[in-house]
């Protein structure tokens, strides 16, 4: 089992809908949780930071659940710039390492 | 991006050459990670480098993958006598604020 599961997609919706991904990761020693954007043919950049109270920007709403090991991301009024890869990635501390561990990624396709 | 530069942006070699990535990420920054990410596919993690501690290679693939950070800098990753299925996007990736920033990649495609 990998350490961190999304499902692949491909989420294909239209301009305005609301949409949402799941992540779950099995280390219960995680302590940072983070999504991730990558577009196609690029690095990876930071999206949002993932907190247990859960946390708000703009049209993107980040959700942590410690108990369940389960992080969502709800994107609002999607805009075709939202296409992309959205990765889940979760870091621990292993030693005096921080260790980031990245899902497959789910990939969002908006449609005009 | 955030003070990661990585060259070449794209590499082409043939089967069985050896080929060396360089990651050049601004100073300041202690720790440094490479990943592989080949099409379609997650983030492979690589090495970890961490100040003057020795690094941690436990994703290196195979004993042609090696790695060094010379004065606590730039870092450079060489695949000897490289294969087909080395073929990916190399990533650099630095900690800021807890959050790793990467670098562009080398594109590497082995023929």
């Known amino acids: 089992r990998k350490e961190v599961e999304q499902d692949p997609g491909p989420f294909n919706v239209p301009e305005g809908a609301t949409v949402a991904f799941n992540c779950t990761y099995s280390n219960s020693a995680s302590q940072s949780f983070f999504w991730y954007r990558q577009d196609c043919r690029k690095e990876p950049k930071l999206l949002m930071s993932?907190?247990?109270s859960g946390n708000e920007d703009g049209r993107f709403t980040a959700q942590l659940n410690r108990a369940s090991q389960y992080i969502s991301l709800l994107i609002r009024d999607s805009k075709l710039s939202d296409s992309a890869t959205y990765l889940c990635?979760?870091?621990?501390?292993?030693?005096?390492?921080?260790?980031?561990?990245f899902g497959s990624g789910t990939q969002l396709t908006v449609l005009p | 991006g955030a003070g990661v530069s990585q060259s070449p942006s794209n590499k082409v070699t043939e089967k069985g050459k050896d080929v060396e990535l360089r990651c050049d990420p601004i100073?300041?920054?202690?720790?440094l990670y490479w990943y592989r990410q080949s099409l379609g596919q997650g983030l492979e993690f690589l090495i970890y480098?961490?100040?003057?501690?020795?690094?941690?290679k436990s994703g290196l693939p195979s004993d042609r993958f090696s790695a060094e950070r010379t004065g606590g800098s730039v870092s450079t990753l060489t695949i000897q006598r490289t294969q087909q299925e080395d073929s990916a996007v190399y990533l650099c990736?630095?900690?800021?604020?807890?959050?790793?920033?990467f670098g562009p990649g080398t594109r590497l495609l082995v023929l």
């Open positions: 480098f961490q100040g003057n501690s020795a690094p941690d």
């Open positions: 990635v979760v870091s621990r501390l292993s030693g005096s390492a921080r260790q980031l561990t």
């Open positions: 990736a630095i900690i800021s604020m807890q959050t790793q920033y």
């Open positions: 993932v907190y247990s």
């Open positions: 100073s300041g920054h202690t720790a």
